[in-house]
């Protein structure tokens, strides 16, 4: 598997708006669907928080019919 993109943010972010800004998910309605079926995974671990707040370095990974999509999160602060 090849590395994962990385994603430079400013500031707190939290999980929902990470995928959308990764690409992940292609709006709200669909990053909570996709949380919420515990088809997105932080580091590995399940994550069905859409709230959760993100650190530099984290893993995010998607699955989905058409396969795991994943982004790394680069904090630029």
């Not at 990470?18 to 669909?30: I, P, Q, S, V």
């Not at 997105?40 to 399940?46: F, I, K, M, R």
């Not at 650190?55 to 999509?69: C, N, Q």
């Amino acid at each position: 598997m090849s590395e994962a993109p990385v994603v430079e943010v400013s500031g707190v972010i939290r999980l929902g708006q990470f995928l959308k800004l990764a690409n992940l998910a292609e709006d709200g309605a669909l990053a909570r669907e996709l949380v919420q079926g515990g088809d997105v995974l932080v580091n590995g671990e399940v994550e069905t928080r859409r709230g959760r707040q993100l650190a530099d370095g984290d893993l995010v990974e998607v699955d989905s019919p058409a396969g795991r999509f994943s982004a790394r999160v680069r904090r630029l602060d």
